[in-house]
C-alpha cells in the first residue's frame, strides 16, 4: 500500500535469468509499471522484446502474458489496481 491507497502497491524484486523459469506469466488485477533501478535484461509482453537498462520503464496492461530476462537486476514494481465504477 502507499499513500494510503489499497489499491496501490509497489515492491522492489532482484532477477538473475529467466522469470518465471519457463513460459509466461500474467497478471489480471493491475497495470505493472516496471523501473529497472540496476543491471539490464529484457521483457516479453505478447511477443514483442523490449530491451531494458537502468532507468528504464515498462508497462504491462491486465490480461498480457510476459516473461522477464535479466542479469542481476533490480527492478522496482509498481501496481495500481484498476477500479471498476459504475456508468
Known amino acids: 500500500m502507499i499513500f494510503g ?10 532477477i538473475s535469468g529467466r522469470y ?4 509466461r ?5 493491475c497495470k ?10 529484457k521483457i516479453v509482453i505478447e511477443g514483442e522484446e523490449i ?3 537502468k532507468g528504464d520503464q515498462a508497462l ?3 490480461g498480457e502474458k ?3 530476462d535479466g542479469k542481476n537486476d533490480i527492478i522496482c514494481i ?3 489496481s484498476l477500479v471498476s465504477g459504475t456508468a
Not at 518465471?20 to 513460459?23: I, R, S
Request: aromatic share 10%; glycine share 10%; net charge negative.
Open 20 to 23: 518465471p523459469d519457463g513460459g
Open 51 to 53: 530491451s531494458l537498462e
Open 25 to 29: 506469466v500474467v497478471n489480471e488485477v
Open 5 to 14: 491507497e489499497k489499491d496501490i502497491d509497489m515492491s522492489d524484486v532482484e
Open 78 to 80: 509498481l501496481c495500481a
Open 32 to 41: 505493472e509499471l516496471i523501473f529497472v533501478q540496476n543491471g539490464s535484461g
Open 60 to 62: 504491462i496492461n491486465p
Open 66 to 68: 510476459y516473461f522477464y
